[in-house]
């Protein structure tokens, strides 16, 4: 009777991996277009868009909702040395829980950003490679990475821009 339940229990086992494998789909094979390597032509879509308010300044935190329906964090904080509203350096974190964090920071003087700088990144389940941080123009920088965990490749990302008082980011 024993033998009889293990043989039951490693058959139904094999079963559902062997299903499991064959309805496992890449991104390549539902057309999504994942590149090797981020260039400056790179597309990006985004997905939310928040508004940090420099005259308030210091740490506000956003809750972005993703494509997939998880949610990202996003913190952008004011970094301690500001004098003016229109000056300073800020830091741009986003996290999606349990996943990766990644961010950079950026230098902004008389409304404008003088510098992108210090990317940073960790994954906690797979890889993150391809990683470029860059500076658009004196109104925006961007920081693109691709996450690879299981096979599936995606690419994600940061852009921040400054108007009006505000640091207006997006999420890809």
């Known amino acids: 009777m024993r033998k009889l339940r293990k043989s039951v229990a490693a058959f139904v086992l094999c079963g559902v991996l062997a299903g499991t494998q064959w309805m496992n789909v890449s991104a390549a ?27 308030q300044g210091g740490k506000q935190v956003f809750t972005i909702e993703e494509e997939d329906g998880e949610e990202s964090e996003l913190v952008i904080e004011e970094m301690p040395g500001g004098a003016r509203v229109a000056s300073g350096t800020y830091k741009i974190t986003r996290t999606k829980p349990k996943t990766w964090t990644a961010g950079f920071y950026i230098k902004v003087s008389s409304n404008r950003i003088t510098k992108v700088y210090n990317r940073f990144y960790k994954a906690i389940r797979g890889n993150i490679t391809n990683v470029k941080l860059s500076k658009e123009s004196d109104s925006e920088g961007r920081l693109v990475f691709r996450y690879d965990f299981s096979g599936t490749k995606k690419m994600y990302g940061v852009k921040v821009k400054i108007l009006n008082k505000k640091l207006i980011s997006s999420t890809f």
Not at 34 to 43: A, G, K, N, V
Request: charged letters at 40%.
């Open 29 to 55: 094979e539902i057309g999504e277009n994942i590149p090797d390597e981020i260039t400056e032509e790179t597309e990006v879509t985004s997905i939310g868009e928040v508004d940090y308010d420099m005259e």
